[in-house]
């Protein structure tokens, strides 16, 4: 299907029809090689930084380095109803409880202790 033709709406497919033209307009990933020329066609023309011209920057002997920073998260309640629905909502004994305190806090010191 032509972009630039006319259609008569009652004779196509309305949905298709909008798909295939947010895809070939960039609005939506295209997924043929036609949509994929249209937007081609229609997109201007997008100049790279001047390092990322050649794929020789990924060679280059540049040392990068990332941190990264583990996020915790305190979820004590969540955990606790997880738990519980676990048990089919019955209430945990206060044994179980200490000991999945205790367990968690060892966890906590052996992830920060190899640091």
Known sequence: MV???????HNVDFE???ENALKSYGYLFPTTDKQM???EENM???SLPEELESPDFV???KKQTFKQTPSVIDNTDGERNWAMAAREGKEIPENILAKMKKDKEEA???RN???
Not at 3 to 9: A, F, L, P, T
């Open 113 to 115: 202790g190899n640091k």
């Open 108 to 110: 906590k010191k052996k």
């Open 59 to 61: 060679f280059e002997n």
């Open 37 to 39: 020329s249209i937007f």
């Open 16 to 18: 298709a029809y909008l």
């Open 3 to 9: 972009m630039n033709e006319k259609i008569n709406i």
């Open 44 to 46: 201007e023309h997008i």
